[in-house]
């Protein structure tokens, strides 16, 4: 069966409008979560506030930078500030497109299906963590370097990539290698590109700001609690959730002709080690899915070349009624659960704002503080935005010298969970017990208890 190229940029259109009406409702979604701690350091850095010297950030600058831009033009406005995620991720389905089509329009719609409608992808795309934005970059490095062989341009987007999330440098080390074995007069060209965004930038940066980049960028990230058990979680949930794509994937064990598809076929393993070896999270596996997607595509439409047109036709349909049935349910759960707003962030707003002045200060729970700060225009105290209980484990947030700052200081708010977080520290609950007045509890359905104290007193 053969589209045309017309026919076929068509239906690539009608996929991503699709996919956009489904992502829609989640552009004014506002619930609790790092997103909003990003957004704030965003506002920091429009006030002059600069991260790594004045505030923790464990993540190179582009992503912050670009959301103090937006922050600037058109302030705390969540639907510009959840647009850019999702453009990034339907911009990504446009070039991992282009790249199929090289092999057949057939292989580049099916990419894009698996790639849109792939579990991680649709949970993650209306969520600022970043990852969106280094997985674009990272797709269009890999589409100069696969379909039009630009290197030195491919070099400079892995670069954008590399200052966006470092988890990108994988793909970017496994093409390294590639190209060192097979085309070492060209690797010269992708590696100046690299050097000139991303070693640039990280001189830039360790001039500026010295000990603290290289900290909270990369040594912190050596010191981060590892938890047992939870990489072998996280893949068994990633291949029932997101089965379509990984079995399409695996197509390519069958498939004849390999070469074409062998450097693919790399990234993705080396960055699935990778991800088992490091202390991942869910969204890490957004970078993955383009280069499963690719490889799905691509080994899909050669593996059914094997049967009979009035086979392949049969089989087609049947396939892509269960593959809509599995995104129906996906978009089902979006819709009904996941883009519901954060259940108790009114009440948290309204006592806020009822009980205290523009010029008290918060402190607290990562997951709610950034969130509650940007609502009520409070600032956190003393700029501690990521207040992540990974930091007080490998000693980069001193707990105790900040809850003296807070007596000291006398802090209005401090807001915690007691089983989460910094509230399941126990210097940090003693601390409460002494200093602080309770003012709120709140038991959300999702978050479950979350407390907040008056220790201004």
């Known amino acids: 069966m053969k589209i045309s190229n017309k026919n076929a940029f068509l239906i690539f259109i009608l996929i991503t409008l699709l996919f ?31 991260p790594y010297k004045d505030f923790f ?20 406005n969540l639907f510009m500030l959840k647009l850019v995620p999702l453009l990034s991720i339907i911009f990504s389905a446009f070039f991992i497109f282009k790249i199929m089509k090289k092999y ?14 792939s579990h991680r992808v649709m949970f993650e795309a209306t969520y600022f963590l970043g990852v969106n934005l280094t997985t674009m ?38 093409i390294f290698v590639v190209l060192l074995l097979k085309k070492k007069k060209k690797i010269l060209k992708f590696l100046a590109g690299f050097s000139i965004i991303f070693f640039l930038t ?39 959730k997101n089965i379509f794509l990984v079995l399409a994937a695996l197509l390519f064990l069958f498939v004849k002709d390999k070469k074409k598809m062998m450097m693919v076929a790399f990234i993705s393993i080396f960055y ?10 869910n969204f890490y596996f957004v970078l993955l899915a383009p280069f499963l997607a690719i490889l799905g595509g691509y080994s899909f439409d050669n593996f059914m070349k094997r049967f009979r047109k009035d086979i392949t036709i049969i089989i087609s349909i049947i396939l892509f009624i269960i593959f809509t049935v599995y995104a129906l349910d996906i978009v089902l759960y979006l819709q009904n659960f996941d883009f519901l707003d954060f259940q108790s962030k009114d009440i948290i707003v309204k006592r806020i704002l009822e009980n205290s002045k523009p010029g008290d200060k918060i402190f607290g729970d990562v997951t709610f503080t950034p969130l509650t700060a940007l609502l009520t225009n409070r600032d956190i105290a003393f700029n501690i935005v990521d207040t992540n209980a990974q930091r007080i484990l490998s000693g ?21 969970r007691p089983t989460m977080g910094i509230g399941n520290h126990p210097v940090v609950g003693e601390f409460i017990k002494r200093n602080c007045e309770f003012s709120l509890w709140i038991q959300d359905i999702y978050f479950g208890n979350i407390f907040i104290y008056d220790c201004s007193q």
């Open 20 to 50: 956009f009406a489904v992502e829609f409702k989640g552009l004014n979604h506002i619930d609790g979560g790092d997103e909003h701690t990003y957004f704030y350091m965003g506002k920091l850095i429009t006030k002059g506030i600069l």
């Open 57 to 76: 950030l464990s993540r190179p600058p582009l992503q912050v930078y670009l959301i103090s831009v937006i922050y600037k033009i058109f302030g705390f």
């Open 104 to 117: 057949s329009n057939i292989s580049a719609i099916i990419a894009v299906l698996l790639f849109l409608f």
């Open 137 to 174: 970059f990272t797709v269009i490095g890999f589409y100069f370097l696969m379909s039009r062989k630009r290197y030195l341009l491919s070099g400079l987007f892995f670069g954008i990539a590399g200052i966006t999330g470092l988890y990108s440098l994988v793909p970017t080390l496994v």
């Open 202 to 240: 990280n001189i830039i940066f360790i001039l500026w700001h010295g000990a603290a980049y290289l900290h909270s960028v990369y040594l912190w990230h050596l010191f981060k609690p590892r938890i047992k058990g939870i990489a072998v979680n996280m893949f068994v949930d990633y291949f029932l």
């Open 272 to 281: 699935a080690i990778f991800l088992v070896l490091i202390r991942s999270f």
């Open 396 to 416: 980069s947030l001193k707990i105790d010298k900040v809850l003296e700052r807070i007596k000291q200081e006398k802090v209005k708010f401090v807001i915690v």
